[in-house]
């Protein structure tokens, strides 16, 4: 689905009353929806302010975390919503650090901002699985889903997960759980160091 055609369903609004808004024919619209034409460039900056969202929106098809951060954008206008704090949460990208992540007065824009991080860990699941046809740690991958089904709460999951990240080098030294954590690492470690992985 393209952008222009999502957006418009989200704001409830039919292809006559944003052409009445453009200025122009209604054709125009459902020629850009099905894609036989493109959105001139002219009436991008028109429809980025009529709706607050970024030109590139409008005119490609959208994933599903693009379409969560243009609902993220219409709760935005729409709840006016305030900061009431920030919390540290750990992000995995370019650069793998510690952010700040804004806590909200509207329990709709947390939700969202959670809603938006499980479809971005999704898609890299994805990502990661598909990186090669004939994938030979497929047995892993089942593994990891299993364990996530069975057993994502058990401390010991998360303990040994983060000292992976730590042995392997994707998450930095600086970033720890605490002194406990640091411990179980160190135990951990000297274990894998003693059968040399």
């Given at each position: 689905?393209?952008?222009?055609?999502?957006?418009?369903?989200?704001?409830?609004?039919?292809?006559?009353?944003?052409?009445?808004?453009?200025?122009?024919?209604?054709?125009?619209?459902?020629?850009?929806?099905?894609?036989?034409?493109?959105?001139?460039?002219?009436?991008?900056?028109?429809?980025?302010?009529?709706?607050?969202?970024?030109?590139?929106?409008?005119?490609?098809?959208?994933?599903?975390?693009?379409?969560?951060?243009?609902?993220?954008?219409?709760?935005?206008?729409?709840?006016?919503?305030?900061?009431?704090?920030?919390?540290?949460?750990?992000?995995?990208?370019?650069?793998?650090?510690?952010?700040?992540?804004?806590?909200?007065?509207?329990?709709?824009?947390?939700?969202?901002?959670?809603?938006?991080?499980?479809?971005?860990?999704v898609s890299r699941f994805?990502?990661?699985?598909?990186?090669?046809?004939?994938?030979?740690?497929?047995?892993?991958?089942?593994?990891?889903?299993?364990?996530?089904?069975?057993?994502?709460?058990?401390?010991?999951?998360?303990?040994?997960i983060e000292a992976l990240?730590?042995?392997?080098?994707?998450?930095?030294?600086?970033?720890?759980?605490?002194?406990?954590?640091?411990?179980?690492?160190?135990?951990?470690?000297?274990v894998l160091d003693d059968?040399?992985?």
């Amino acid at each position: 689905m393209i952008g222009l055609e999502y957006i418009l369903s989200l704001y409830n609004m039919q292809h006559i009353e944003l052409a009445e808004r453009l200025g122009i024919k209604k054709q125009n619209i459902n020629l850009w929806i099905k894609r036989k034409q493109n959105i001139p460039k002219k009436y991008l900056p028109i429809l980025t302010e009529l709706f607050g969202i970024e030109e590139e929106y409008f005119i490609k098809e959208l994933t599903e975390v693009e379409k969560l951060e243009i609902q993220k954008e219409k709760l935005k206008k729409d709840l006016k919503p305030i900061i009431t704090n920030h919390e540290q949460q750990f992000m995995i990208g370019d650069v793998n650090d510690i952010v700040e992540v804004p806590v909200y007065d509207k329990e709709e824009m947390n939700t969202i901002e959670r809603n938006i991080e499980k479809a971005k860990l999704v898609s890299r699941f994805k990502q990661a699985i598909e990186m090669v046809d004939d994938n030979p740690n497929l047995d892993t991958f089942k593994l990891i889903v299993e364990l996530l089904e069975k057993s994502q709460h058990e401390v010991i999951l998360h303990k040994t997960i983060e000292a992976l990240a730590h042995y392997l080098e994707v998450l930095p030294d600086w970033v720890s759980t605490g002194p406990e954590q640091d411990e179980f690492e160190s135990d951990l470690f000297e274990v894998l160091d003693d059968n040399n992985y």
